[in-house]
Structures are given as C-alpha cells and as structure tokens.
C-alpha cells in the first residue's frame, strides 16, 4: 500500500511540477511580447537594482518556506526547546494554508513518510528487511523509495 501510495503522489508532484513550469514559460512569452524592443536594450545598460512585485512576491514565499523548513527541523531536533509563539502561530497557518493548495494524494502521505522515517531512523534491522522484503508479496525497497519520493519533492 505505501509503495503504491507514494507512486501516485510522486505522478501528482510531477504533473502540478510540469503545469506550473509550463505556466511559468507561458507567461514569460507573454510578458515578453508586450515589451517592446528600445525597452529591452534600455533594460540591459540599467542596473538591476529595482525589484518588481512577482519577484519580491516569490522571495517572499522562499524566506517563508526557508523558515518553516528550519522550525520543523528545530523542533525534531530538540522538541523541548522553546520557539516562540508567532513563529508558530505562523508555521500552523502557513501548514493549513499549505495542505488546503496540495491536493490530498500528496498530503496522504506526510504520516506515511514520518512513519517510514521512524522505521529507519530506529537502526533497526528487522524493521527495514520488513519493509525492503515481505512475504508472499512483490518485494518493494520502501527505504530506497522513500529516499527516491523525498528526492522527487525537494
């Protein structure tokens, strides 16, 4: 069933990755046909130092995600610590905000992951041979394909 589910999220990340690149790409051409040509050489002897709004929008989002990421991992390190409230009152809304956009084949499997993870981390032989191979059932590797999904979403 994990091995399953992890394909079919794995299909899904690659599809919304493709639509929005193509979305990305489409909208570049766009934006390019509407410049004109004395813009374009003007653009190129002025210094880069104006940052348009969609770019400091996607700054936004990557110092935002940049900082969740650090919090999760803050907190597995050392769950005792204490962060402060607003960051977390901000990683629940971002988290909320964040599963209400992933479509649910994708969010599925975050217990999966932290479980698979769990089995692993614990340097527990038997657990991974059960996970790499199990009886009368096709022999999936789940620890090489849980390294393989998390590589297919970083």
């Known amino acids: 069933v994990f091995y399953d589910r992890m394909k079919v999220a794995q299909q899904e990340i690659k599809a919304t990755v493709t639509v929005n690149t193509s979305d990305l790409g489409n909208k570049k051409k766009d934006d390019d046909s509407d410049r004109d040509v004395p813009a374009r050489k003007r653009a190129l002897r ?70 698979l993870q769990l089995l692993c981390e614990n340097h527990n032989r038997d657990l991974q041979n059960f996970l790499r191979c199990q009886n009368n059932k096709t022999n999936y590797n789940l620890v090489c394909e849980t390294l393989q999904f998390l590589d297919c979403i970083c």
């Open 46 to 115: 002025e210094p880069l130092t104006q940052i348009t709004e969609e770019v400091r929008d996607q700054l936004v989002e990557a110092s935002t995600a940049t900082r969740k990421a650090f919090n999760t991992y803050r907190r597995e390190a050392d769950p005792d610590d204490h962060y402060s409230a607003v960051e977390g009152a901000q990683s629940v809304a971002d988290k909320n905000k964040d599963e209400l956009e992933m479509s649910p084949v994708i969010t599925i499997m975050q217990p999966i992951l932290r479980f």
